[in-house]
């Protein structure tokens, strides 16, 4: 079996977003960029399938410039066998990267496509929902745990209400939730071996993939500035303060 899983390339979470000056976007000049926290969470997961021998092989693939490169390199370094990198014009949105993951899919015919449950940047939450209706087959998303055994994954989810486990046949899209397990540190040696290891460029026409209408950003502002606290000598106090303000 191959286990397909996809990349992102956004703000690294540790960085405090900045909106640029002409409010046109968010700031990435000179910001660090790192593969998308699930979709790492994700790729540890395939690693482990395969290290306990239920995957010959795992595909990273990610879509964007010519820089998601850095992204799939670090996923090779991980672990991962091979890496797609799909060339678009810019960022994808969620309708069109589930159209570019199906053609993917159908080329690769991976017994499991892996996404993380959300990108950090957009915090969509689309597109393994998305692709798994594309792909007509069976969706596991905000996998907590995950066991494979005799074509079937049995997935605990996060839900609202705790915790729910279901099985799903494979093929299937899967998508990782934060505790699903921690991502292994990249040593250095690794990183010179995933020098070497195959990275495939691929146009969008190529593909054949139509890109879907996009939503269309207008403009971004930062949120208001907070105000300070103040702190209240009593409890009657609080509430006089509180209904000053109407919240009481
Ligand atoms: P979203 O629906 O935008 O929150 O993204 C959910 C997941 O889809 C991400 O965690 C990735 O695994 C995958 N994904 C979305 N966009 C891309 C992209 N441009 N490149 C690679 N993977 C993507």
Redesign the pocket.
Known sequence: MKILV???RVVDYNVRVRVKSDGSGVETDGVKMSI?P??EI?LEEALRIKERGQAEEVIV????GAD?QQQLRTGLAMGADRAIHVETAG??Q?LT?ARILLKLIEKEQPGIAF?????ID???????QMLAALWDRPQATFASKVDISEGKATVKREVDAGLETIEVDLPAVLTSDLRLNEPRFVKLPDIMKAKRKPLDTIGLNELGVEAAAELESISFEPPPKRGGGKMVESVGQLVSELKNKGLL
Do not use: R
């Not at 693939?61 to 964007?64: D, E, N, R, T, V």
């Open positions: 996809a990349l992102k998308n699930f979709d994700a693939c990610s879509m964007g998601v960022a994808v969620p990267a996404l993380g449950k959300q990108a957009d915090d969509c939450n689309q597109t393994g």
